[in-house]
Nanobody
Framework: QPQLVESGGGSVQPGGSLRLSCVFSGFRLDYYAIGWFRQAPGKEREGVSCMDGTTDGSTEYADSVKGRFTISRDNVQNTVYLQMNRLGPENTGGYYC?????????????????WGEGTQVTVSA
């Protein structure tokens, strides 16, 4: 049974940075995509950044975070990270890590199955 556990959320001021971590088990990244999603209050969950299940781990980012966020992985530690820089209030929300249905899952929630419980990110002055 795949399991994912997120950590690293918190409260930061605009312009600050956070690094989220997702420790996973029960599956391998060379067979499945993995992604980070954000859900703001009253809104649907949206893809922030995803990495596909290939050797080179091709990445995808939402337009709003390109150049500020970076997804990376540590295959030895079974951990995926999301480095978030120059945060703004629009980045506030619950951040969830999820396992893709296949290696080439698109970065949309419908293409992902097992989910962690999330970690809260709040950006405010």
């Amino acid at each position: 049974q795949p399991q994912l556990v997120e950590s690293g959320g918190g409260s930061v001021q605009p312009g600050g940075s956070l690094r989220l971590s997702c420790v996973f088990s029960g599956f391998r990244l060379d067979y499945y995509a993995i992604g980070w999603f954000r859900q703001a209050p009253g809104k649907e969950r949206e893809g922030v950044s995803c990495m596909d299940g290939t050797t080179d781990g091709s990445t995808e980012y939402a337009d709003s975070v390109k150049g500020r966020f970076t997804i990376s992985r540590d295959n030895v530690q079974n951990t995926v990270y999301l480095q978030m820089n120059r945060l703004g209030p629009e980045n506030t929300g619950g951040y969830y890590c999820a396992k893709g249905l296949i290696a080439g899952s698109k970065c949309t929630s419908a293409d992902f199955s097992y989910w962690g419980e999330g970690t809260q990110v709040t950006v405010s002055a």
